[in-house]
């Protein structure tokens, strides 16, 4: 004969209640679960049908599978189909733009405009504006064509001797400086200004400074007041036209005129005009 063994079974509220022995499985039949007891935990330990399972916890994502084939170097990961990914990097052009940490797994990537600025193709700047107290382009080249419209420069710009070919100006000057009274020595600094007006008010040395590199021509002009009417020493650097410095005004304005081919190893010195005013 054949013997069929029935578990204990119960309902929900019946099954909560129950402590079983241990290693005992009950059945609970609202549920169709079962569940395991251990001799001393009222209602057991459940036993999850499939059912039950797929209803409390999410199913296998092929989605994260595949994210966690990733390597974990490669920080940025981009969705590329229902179930595929690819590990992605932020990436900059030579010369344009610079990026450090491009994957993001070392912190937050970082952008910066490279050091040496180079511009593709077409720029154009219409009533662009440049501010800044100096904004300088050591190195900054341009491929393509660059075309600035009404673009307005308010700040100082340098160009690192480098060179600014086939320009055409209007409205534009030399900068000056107002010495006012030499005293007994005055500096006059090509790299500052190109013009200088100054009065001799007693015994005066003059000292010029930082003229371009040869071969490149450098040169500036002083409208000097009363001249004459003290000694003046001129650099030992200047040589005059004709050999001797010139007899100066003692009482109007001299405009003078110097100019260097070799860094001021040699300074031309020449008269533009006498007792102009």
Same mark, same amino acid.
């Given at each position: ?9 119960? +309902?929900? *509220? ?15 039949? +609202? #549920? ?8 001393? %935990? ?30 974990? &170097? ?7 189909? =229902? ?8 990436? @900059? ?20 405009? /490279? =050091? ?16 800044? *107290?100096?904004?300088?382009?050591? &190195?900054?080249?341009? /491929?393509? %064509?660059?075309?600035? !419209? *009404? ?18 100006? !209007? ?9 006012? $009274? #030499?005293?007994?020595?005055? +500096? ?8 200088? /007006? ?10 010029? /400074? ?30 005059? *036209?004709? @050999?001797? $410095?010139?007899?100066?005004? $003692? ?20 008269? =533009? ?5």
């Amino acid at each position: 004969m054949v013997k069929v063994v029935q578990q204990v079974r119960h +309902t929900t *509220a019946a099954a909560d209640a129950y402590t079983g022995s241990v290693g005992q499985i009950t059945q609970v039949t +609202t #549920t169709d679960e079962l569940r395991s007891h251990d001799g001393s %935990t009222a209602g057991g330990k459940r036993i999850l049908t499939k059912t039950m399972n797929d209803a409390l916890y999410q199913s296998l994502s092929t989605l994260l599978t595949a994210m966690g084939a990733v390597s974990a &170097t490669d920080g940025m990961v981009a969705k590329t189909g =229902a179930a595929t990914v690819a590990a992605r990097t932020n990436t @900059g052009t030579s010369n344009q733009i610079d990026v450090d940490n491009g994957g993001g797994a070392a912190g937050n990537p970082t952008f910066s405009i /490279s =050091a040496t600025l180079v511009i593709p193709g077409t720029m154009d700047t219409t009533a662009g504006i440049l501010t800044g *107290a100096a904004a300088t382009f050591s &190195t900054m080249g341009l /491929s393509g %064509t660059l075309t600035a !419209v *009404a673009a307005n420069f308010s700040g100082a710009v340098g160009f690192a001797d480098n060179t600014v070919g086939r320009a055409l100006l !209007v409205d534009t000057g030399y900068k000056g400086r107002t010495v006012g $009274a #030499t005293g007994a020595t005055e +500096t006059l600094d090509h790299a500052a200004e190109l013009a200088f /007006s100054a009065t001799v008010d007693e015994a005066c040395t003059f000292t010029f /400074s930082n003229f371009p590199a040869s071969p490149n021509e450098g040169g500036f002009t002083l409208y000097l007041t009363n001249g004459g009417a003290f000694t003046v020493t001129w650099p030992s650097s200047v040589d005059w *036209a004709g @050999g001797a $410095a010139p007899t100066l005004t $003692a009482s109007g304005v001299d405009v003078l005129c110097f100019t260097s081919i070799d860094g001021g190893t040699i300074i031309n010195g020449f008269v =533009a005009g006498l007792a102009m005013a």
